[in-house]
């Protein structure tokens, strides 16, 4: 098969895997060596969907044995076939960034023959990539769950991040709906990983060698093709980082690619709204110290549509406010809407060197307009201050809001429009209090 029509199926056939981005590596440039790892790591594109993709994203080969439900690879699906060579990836990896076309390679692939098998034929690559080009840029390779060991190592030291997609959020459905797939697999090489960079950490720095996996770990999981609630995705999410310190838990929106009855139907849309809220809520639990169960509680297991789940929690949780920012800590002011890592920090900063007033607090970096609801200011109250927190909900969906909302699930939205007084929200949406 000529290679054009290789990179077409392939790099097709990659683009619903989404864990990927680039953190955390610098690698220096070292002389007969080409390319290096920025912190602004590999390029990025933009599928019409809104995925973000890189620019050399390929799949090694979608020839796989496995029959996973939700998959257009799957080995019971009539769709053209293609596997690459170790050489032909390399050659085209360098080939592009030669072109200035990409700074890295994030390499997938489906299970061919075996998972060994398979495995031996991405270090085969990345030892093409590395030893012979002496390609020294960003590469992210999957992790093949059921490999040996031995060669999960091999390529650990060989790559700058790996992932082990996690694929579905619960042992059920990954039985249900990737039969082939033993859950154990999927995890053994995420705690092996994890095992590896302990012991290389502890080592001191002249004994360390070659880094294993620089830029950590991550995982894939698909929202909306199985039952699964919001607050057991966090849950799972909040586990993957403690347990296995991913650097990044991707969710994906399911998109029905096959007819079968074991999936929501072909003609529901992908989920993206869920999706969305569902990376606001991983932003909590790694930035904002908040924890699962703060998040959605069992009680309320899904998020509110309107609200990000930040806002949700502060409604929620009224009492907690007004934080005054003259003199709350670090981490009450990150429970404020509108104030981040970094505003926080600056306040922090500024009030050693004097009294902080309502109007300094823009410049500081704090959101107003949702900040004024939920904080004071040495006893200076913001208008939005008032005792009712569903009178701030109505205030805080604006009408701007209110018109995205309109353009992901309709039904949903209607469903959420219960959680709260709808005349209220109209008469708060006409500027009334
Ligand atoms: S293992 Fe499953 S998800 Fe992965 S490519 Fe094969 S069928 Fe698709």
């Known amino acids: 098969m000529e290679l054009e ?144 060991e031995t060669l999960i190592e091999e390529l650990g030291f060989l790559a700058d991040r790996m992932s082990v997609n996690v694929e579905l959020p619960s042992k059920e459905s990954l039985k249900l709906l990737a039969p082939d797939k033993d859950p154990f697999d999927l995890y053994k090489p995420m705690k092996q990983i994890t095992t590896i960079k302990k012991e290389q950490g502890l080592l001191p720095t002249i004994q360390q060698g070659s880094k294993f996996v620089p830029a950590g770990q991550s995982t894939q999981m698909i929202i909306g093709a199985s039952p699964e609630s919001d607050r057991s995705i966090v849950k799972i999410s909040e586990n993957l980082y403690q347990k296995y310190q991913l650097k990044r838990v991707y969710y994906s929106a399911y998109i029905p690619v096959n007819h079968d009855n074991l999936l929501p139907a072909v003609t529901s849309e992908p989920p993206l709204l869920r999706e969305h809220r569902l990376y606001q809520a991983d932003w909590l639990l790694r930035y904002y110290k908040f924890s699962a169960d703060e998040i959605l509680s069992e009680e309320k297991p899904n998020f509110n549509l309107y609200l990000d789940p930040k806002v949700n929690w502060a409604v929620q949780n009224y009492p907690f406010f007004p934080v005054d920012v003259q003199t709350a800590s670090y981490d009450q002011l990150l429970r404020v809407p509108g104030i981040g890592p970094k505003s926080a920090q600056n306040i922090l900063k500024a009030r050693k060197y004097y009294r902080l007033h309502l109007v300094d607090l823009k410049k500081l970096g704090i959101v107003i307009k949702r900040a004024q609801y939920f904080i004071t200011c040495n006893q200076e109250r913001p208008s939005g201050l008032i005792n009712d927190p569903e009178w701030v909900i109505a205030s805080l969906i604006s009408s701007k809001q209110y018109e995205t909302l309109k353009q992901f699930n309709t039904q949903s939205m209607y469903e959420q429009l219960t959680l709260f007084d709808v005349e209220r929200f109209e008469h708060a949406k006409k500027g009334g209090a």
């Open 5 to 148: 029509r290789k990179i077409e199926i392939l790099a097709e056939a990659a683009k619903y895997d989404v864990s990927c981005s680039s953190s955390g590596v610098e690698k220096n440039k070292r002389t007969g060596s080409i390319g290096s790892t920025k912190i602004s790591g590999i390029c990025h594109s933009f599928t019409p969907d809104g995925r973000c993709v890189s620019l050399l994203k390929l799949l090694f080969t979608n020839a796989c044995i496995f029959d996973c439900h939700y998959c257009i690879n799957r080995k019971s699906n009539e769709i053209p076939r293609a596997t690459f060579t170790p050489q032909e990836v390399a050659d085209l990896t360098i080939d592009f960034y030669r072109r200035n076309y990409i700074e890295g390679l994030f390499l997938s692939s489906a299970i061919i023959k075996n998972p060994d098998y398979t495995c031996e034929l991405l270090v085969k690559t990345l030892k093409i990539l590395r030893e012979e080009k002496g390609f020294r840029g960003y590469i992210h390779v999957k992790a093949i769950p059921g490999a040996d």
